[in-house]
């Protein structure tokens, strides 16, 4: 083979990658687990700063698929763990398994509760989305105005409340909140 062979299989092996980013979710998904497996997208939860409790909060209301409603007011006195994404969105599908997992880890907990709240508000076709990956989640839509400093249109976005209702983190983007440091971030605010 000559070099220019060589040269024009691996542009258009390029190519191939670059065009799958953008046309396949899943495939761009698949590739951001990989690299939250060597390290990168870890949560920072050293550096959030508290906010404290907006009084807009409220106005908004999330209804689980198993038909619970949650307020602000009903969720004091809990850790509360909110993760804004949705299902064509592919750096929200990376995180997933992650979140399964630090899910499982304190579902049993009855002091923190967890919201995967579906930006689409599609509360149907997100638990489907949930079941078809085989995720045990609670997926949650919203009603009424979600604070800006909760939610901004970027997704995912995750925020963690703590027992008064503050936001004690936020991010914007994938994060693997498998990750040990995290863990022991919210078994602090438990405490």
Request: net charge positive; charged share 20%.
């Amino acid at each position: 083979m000559s070099k220019k062979t060589v040269q024009n299989l691996i542009t258009a092996g390029l190519f191939a990658f670059v065009l799958a980013l953008f046309i396949f979710p899943e495939f761009k998904a698949v590739i951001i687990r990989g690299l939250m497996k060597v390290g990168f997208f870890q949560p920072r939860v050293e550096t959030t700063k508290t906010l404290p409790p907006e009084t807009a909060t409220a106005s908004v209301q999330f209804m689980t698929a198993g038909g619970h409603i949650h307020t602000p007011e009903s969720l004091k006195g809990k850790v509360v763990f909110i993760n804004f994404w949705a299902t064509w969105c592919p750096p929200c599908i990376a995180e997933m398994p992650a979140i399964h997992e630090l899910y499982n880890a304190f579902k049993n907990n009855p002091n923190i509760v967890f919201l995967l709240v579906d930006a689409d508000q599609d509360l149907p076709k997100a638990t489907d989305f949930i079941k078809k990956k085989q995720l045990d989640l609670p997926v949650a839509s919203f009603r009424g105005t979600v604070p800006a400093s909760w939610y901004g249109g970027t997704l995912p976005t995750t925020l963690v409340l703590d027992k008064t209702g503050a936001i004690v983190y936020r991010h914007e983007g994938a994060a693997d909140f498998s990750n040990k440091k995290f863990h022991a971030f919210l078994e602090t605010l438990l405490r």
